[in-house]
């Protein structure tokens, strides 16, 4: 793990005013061959990393805690996979998913100790592979829900926004900011809200979703 990351999660580097905030300006520090710089990337990248997992864990025992590991995780991951982010303009949301999906699979992880250690009541084969096969299953009809709304017939932005609330659990905050960066005007958190609305309403009534929330 490199030093600088190492520092980000200790918690050692201090507060820069000059911090990179677009998600651009984050990619770009990010993967900077300048130690201090890169430094101060991931530094800025923390809170959003640690809210991204505070969201998905803020219902369990020690949730701060929690949060915090499973963000330390997706810093190291976010640094060794850096260059998988194709679009600067996404990567503050590409972030945020991969610490979503460490606290995911830390939340699935307990469930499945929870079963193996409960002394009342040692669970079987047979209770146990009903419980990850509904996981596959759910994470298959996950997948194929969100193939189906790639393709929707709406805009861009319309498709972001709905994939980003749906299925990557982002607040409306983040989904703005993502936005304002793509389209180089400042969008709000109510616009977000807006399109969102208006995007359900006429998915609602697309026939190939019809289609498939009724087989499903």
């Known amino acids: 793990m490199a030093l600088t990351v190492f520092h980000v999660i200790i918690g050692r580097m201090t507060s820069d005013p000059s911090s990179p905030t677009t998600s651009v300006e984050l990619h770009q520090a990010c993967g900077s061959p300048d ?3 890169q430094a101060g990337g991931y530094e800025a990248l923390w809170p959003h990393l640690l809210r991204a997992a505070y ?3 803020h ?3 020690e949730a701060e805690a929690l949060a915090q590991d499973c963000a330390q995780i997706a810093l190291v991951r976010v640094y060794e996979h850096w260059s998988e982010c194709r679009e600067p303009a996404a990567f503050r949301v590409w ?3 991969i610490a979503g999906r460490v606290a995911i699979d830390e939340l699935r992880r307990r469930k499945r100790l929870v079963l193996l250690t409960d002394d009342d009541h040692a669970p079987s084969p047979a209770e146990v592979t009903p419980l990850i096969e509904t996981e596959v299953v759910t994470e298959l009809d996950t997948q194929q829900l969100r193939r189906l709304i790639e393709r929707a017939p709406i805009s861009d932005r319309s498709r972001r926004v709905v994939i980003g609330r749906y299925f990557d659990d982002l607040p409306d905050e983040t989904l703005a900011q993502v936005e304002s960066s793509t389209s180089r ?3 709000l958190p109510s616009h977000v809200q807006v399109t969102r609305t208006k995007d359900i309403a006429r998915l609602r009534e697309w026939p190939l979703l019809r289609q ?4 499903a």
């Open 35 to 37: 130690r201090l710089e």
């Open 55 to 57: 969201h998905v864990v």
């Open 59 to 61: 219902d369990q025992a």
């Open 95 to 97: 972030a945020q998913r």
């Open 185 to 187: 005007q400042r969008v």
């Open 212 to 215: 498939w929330l009724k087989a």
